[in-house]
């Protein structure tokens, strides 16, 4: 529903994210827990679910 982890990213909306899994919207050290958390765990299933990006390229989408 907020689009995907790149989207969300260019948005800046980590806040709502944030306050849709009843973490606080505000705390910002949660703010770059979610992110770093999703972007390890879960934007690579997301690729695979979405794009069907072969999981060797993912760490390199990470990376840069």
Known sequence: T???YIKVSETKRWSS???SVSLP???VDCLASLHS???TLLYP???YMIQKIPA???QCI???
Do not use: T
């Open 2 to 4: 907020f689009g995907g």
């Open 17 to 19: 994210i944030s306050a």
């Open 25 to 27: 919207p505000n705390n």
């Open 37 to 39: 958390i999703y972007g």
């Open 45 to 47: 299933y997301e690729q």
């Open 56 to 58: 060797s390229s993912i």
């Open 62 to 64: 990470l990376e840069s």
